[in-house]
């Protein structure tokens, strides 16, 4: 083995060294999530909000062949204005270190470095997930398997519609990830409080899930847990206003050819398109609730451990 080019950011490494709270943080919603200059404002305010609920945020993201586990402003900004930055995925993220590129991480690559580093507790917007018409395009998102193996709690507001949901909470099940939804029964659709579709498990406290996330390393399960974060009421938008645009960004991407991982990035910019921004505004205040949340998760790993 060789050295891995590993860089922890000061606050990142004093927290590691007292056991203090430290929520990971993915990129690739910054370089393919979010138009400039939204991007970074959001990036930012997600950071503020963790250091407000007192846990230490580690953005992840690989630049110049070097993993990053924790970024300053300049960086931040660096990435958030970088029109180039590879989408680095399980599959790509040796690749992008070994040839010094630069390149921000999916939701499965930043689970791979959070481990890495030490961090149990991850945040994001959505997760990747069975795409609709998947059973022709075999398109499946390389986050479940990720969930399946790397013991990372991932925060998120569920699965956005433009994956098939009722597959993607099917593939997630048999590969035995827990998928806890916090304080209600109904499994959140991202944009929508409600799916349409049960969750499999509800938790009520961050306690509880810190503790689920401990007793699965007790009983050595591999894995992670998905916790769903519905999106907070004023900030929601009704699924039947989302469906037409969603079914529309499809339908583009498949005039277009779009495969591979093009394909969420593709989405997710014609959504903001056809929606005028509107999006946009649901997506950061989901973000930062999913922030909140997995401070709260973090916290408590930290204080069950005997470490606050
Ligand atoms: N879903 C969202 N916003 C995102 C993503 C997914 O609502 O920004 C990003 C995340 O980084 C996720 C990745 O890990 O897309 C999944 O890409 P793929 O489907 O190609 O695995
Ligand atoms: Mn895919």
Redesign the pocket.
């Given at each position: 083995m060789i050295p891995l080019p590993l860089d922890l950011a000061p606050e990142v490494a004093g927290a590691r060294t007292s056991g203090g709270a430290i929520v990971a943080l993915?990129?690739?919603?910054i370089t393919?999530?979010?138009p400039f200059p939204e991007n970074l404002e959001t990036a930012r305010q997600v950071e503020q909000t963790v250091r407000d609920c007192g846990a230490v945020p580690a953005t992840i993201s690989v630049l110049s062949g070097r993993l990053k586990i924790g970024l300053n402003g300049d960086e931040l900004e660096a990435l958030a204005r970088m029109p180039d930055a590879a989408?680095l995925?399980r599959a790509d993220l040796a690749a992008c270190l070994a040839s010094g590129g630069d390149g921000?991480?999916?939701?499965?690559?930043?689970m791979i470095a959070a481990r890495t580093a030490g961090i149990e507790v991850f945040a994001?917007?959505?997760?990747?997930?069975v795409?609709r018409g998947a059973e022709t395009s075999f398109?499946i998102?390389?986050?479940l398997n990720e969930l399946a193996q790397t013991p990372v709690t991932v925060v998120?507001?569920g699965a956005?519609a433009?994956?098939d949901v009722p597959k993607t909470l099917e593939v997630l099940e048999t590969l035995g990830v827990p998928v806890i939804t916090y304080g209600q029964d109904a499994f959140p659709a991202?944009w929508s409080r409600a799916s349409g579709l049960p969750s499999p498990l509800r938790m009520d406290r961050a306690e509880e899930i810190a503790a689920a996330h401990l007793l699965r390393a007790s009983l050595n399960l591999p894995g992670g847990q998905l916790v769903a974060n519905p999106i907070p009421y004023a900030a929601e938008i009704p699924q039947d206003e989302m469906e037409r645009v969603i079914a529309a960004a499809g339908r583009d991407a498949q005039t277009k050819g779009v495969s591979?991982?093009?394909?969420?990035?593709f989405l997710?910019q014609r959504i903001f398109e056809l929606t005028n921004g509107q999006s946009l505004e649901a997506?950061i205040a989901l973000v930062l609730n999913n922030a909140r949340l997995a401070s709260e998760i973090a916290k408590s790993l930290a204080a069950q451990r005997g470490n606050a």
């Open positions: 993915e990129s690739t919603i393919h999530g979010m989408k995925s921000a991480t999916t939701v499965a690559a930043a994001t917007g959505g997760i990747g997930g795409h398109d998102s390389a986050d998120a507001a956005k433009i994956l991202f591979g991982k093009a394909v969420t990035p997710l997506n």
